[in-house]
């Protein structure tokens, strides 16, 4: 499960990065930027298969055309690879409505004796990366348009195995415009999809704040040290 995340850079970088462009409502309308602790439910930048020359923002949490309430969404944060082709929930969007997250870094609990210790995982060169989504428009019964997305997971590499037992589905630079690409199969985009480099990542142990969705300051992405390495006391 990948459920929380950072974007800590800036606009200007993030255009830079996908030579796109943010819509101006947007950023007046939202401008969460630079953002330590993304959680479901936010608004987060992304690209869209059907406008890749432009950075929009979505709801995280996908709603399916056909639900009737909202709430659907906070159940669909994540698609596992391994069934996305096959649930009604992702399937007709897998085929037609591809996108790409920009992160800098993402978040996961470590299990330990003594409690759960909050890991930040991030590029060794502090880079954006992509993850593999989803995306819906979903209008609610009051008429509202809501534009949604998920993350796909998959079995995690070796940098995340001793963390997590999933990991998003990160893109390779090259792999992104090939994700977008509305020509591309379906299982052709899906085989894009493996473990991300080993040694293109980087984990180390944060402060147990991230855990609440309200606390989002720069302290939130260094690291801590720890007593010992299965030390967990400071983060149950």
């Known amino acids: ?13 993030i255009e830079e990065r996908f030579e796109a462009t943010f819509y101006s409502e ?3 309308r939202y401008n ?28 995280w949490g996908l709603i399916p055309f056909w639900a009737k309430d909202i709430k659907i969404g906070y159940k669909m944060i994540n698609a596992r690879i391994e069934t996305v ?12 409505r591809r996108c790409i997250v920009p992160f800098d870094g993402f978040y996961e609990w470590k299990k330990t004796p003594k409690g759960k210790v909050p890991h930040r995982i991030k590029l060794k060169d502090d880079g954006i990366f992509c993850i593999a989504g989803l995306w819906e428009k ?4 009051e008429g509202e348009i809501i534009h949604s997305f998920t993350l796909i ?3 995690p590499n070796e940098t995340l195995a001793p963390i997590h037992d999933r990991m998003p589905a990160m893109l390779l630079p090259e792999q992104e415009k090939l994700w977008l690409d509305k020509d591309m199969p379906t299982e052709d985009a899906l ?9 293109l990542l980087v984990a ?6 991230v855990g609440k969705v309200s606390e989002n300051d720069a302290a939130l992405i260094e690291p801590i040290i720890l007593d010992s390495p299965e030390q967990g006391s400071l983060f149950d």
């Not at 082709?85 to 037609?96: G, H, I, P, V």
């Not at 979903?138 to 019964?141: A, E, G, T």
């Not at 085989?191 to 040694?199: E, F, G, S």
Request: with cysteine; hydrophobic share 25%.
């Open 204 to 209: 180390y142990p944060v402060d147990k704040r």
């Open 1 to 13: 499960m990948c459920g929380r995340s950072s974007l800590t850079k800036t606009e200007k970088q």
């Open 85 to 96: 082709n096959t649930k009604s929930a992702f399937k007709n969007a897998l085929q037609k």
């Open 32 to 59: 969460p930027l630079p953002n330590f602790n993304v959680a479901p439910t936010h608004m987060c930048p992304l690209i869209t298969n059907e406008d890749p020359e432009h950075l929009q923002y979505f709801r």
């Open 153 to 155: 997971t998959q079995e």
């Open 138 to 141: 979903w209008k609610s019964p």
């Open 191 to 199: 085989a894009l999809i493996n473990p991300y480099p080993d040694d």
């Open 26 to 28: 947007d950023l007046d």
